[in-house]
């Protein structure tokens, strides 16, 4: 899997849009683009996932960079309920290969 | 919800005891996956399952073994526990085993090695 860098902690207020980058320059044609978070201890949560296209579920937004370089996950309004870690990862195999993550903290 | 249920939630044993960590997957999903997670180590990967069969393996210890039943429930036994196996394991599961698909967590089981 392609390694990916993210800011180590990010602040967001509630209600506002939060946007979370990360890196994958060294991403292969195969591999997917996809972001979990992690709740204080429990467990991993699927948000989305992308290869080329922008995505949009009910959750939040991914978009991609033509060159599938670097992405975004767009959380549109942001409540306390999302400050959690999120893990962005490229994935090429049956595994996830989860790095530090962003922690996210969405304050009032 | 993710539908993944694991017991215990909570396992407290003495180094040199053996456990097992049990995972019932979402229903309808045919792939399980095991992760540990500790403060060191951050969120590994240890070994899938696929409908019975085992699919992938990560860093797993060889005193750690897994299977996967015909009801698809999966289990996975800690042997020799030694003090730093202490952490979080996870198990995950989805439809089918390729990477197209996510991956859905349970709440894990936090296991403490006195």
């Known amino acids: 899997d392609a390694k990916t860098t993210q800011p180590p902690s990010m602040d967001c207020a509630e209600g506002r849009a939060a946007n979370l980058p990360c890196n994958h320059s060294?991403?292969?044609?195969?591999?997917?683009v996809y972001w979990y978070r992690q709740i204080h201890s429990q467990g991993p949560q699927y948000i989305i996932h992308?290869?080329?296209n922008n995505e949009t579920n009910e959750m939040a937004s991914l978009i991609i960079t033509e060159d599938r370089k670097s992405s975004t996950l767009i959380l549109p309004h942001a409540t306390l309920r999302d400050t959690a870690v999120y893990y962005c990862i490229a994935r090429s195999n049956y595994k996830l290969t989860f790095g530090k993550g962003t922690l996210l903290t969405v304050n009032p | 919800d993710s539908g993944v249920t694991q017991t215990p939630k909570h396992l407290i044993t003495a180094t040199g005891q053996r456990v097992t960590l049990r995972c019932s997957p979402r229903s309808g999903d045919l792939s399980v996956y095991w992760y540990q997670q500790s403060l060191d180590q951050g969120l590994q990967f240890l070994i899938q399952?696929?409908?019975?069969?085992?699919?992938a393996k990560g860093n797993i210890l060889e005193r750690f073994s897994a299977q996967q039943f015909p009801d698809l429930h999966s289990e996975l036994n800690l042997s020799s526990l030694e003090l730093g196996d202490s952490a979080l394991y996870f198990c995950?599961?989805?439809?089918?085993?390729?990477?197209?698909?996510?991956?859905?967590f349970g709440d894990g089981t936090r296991l403490s090695i006195l």
């Open positions: 995950a599961s989805s439809l089918e085993g390729s990477w197209d698909q996510p991956q859905h």
């Open positions: 060294t991403i292969s044609g195969n591999e997917y």
């Open positions: 992308g290869l080329k």
């Open positions: 399952y696929y409908n019975g069969e085992e699919r």
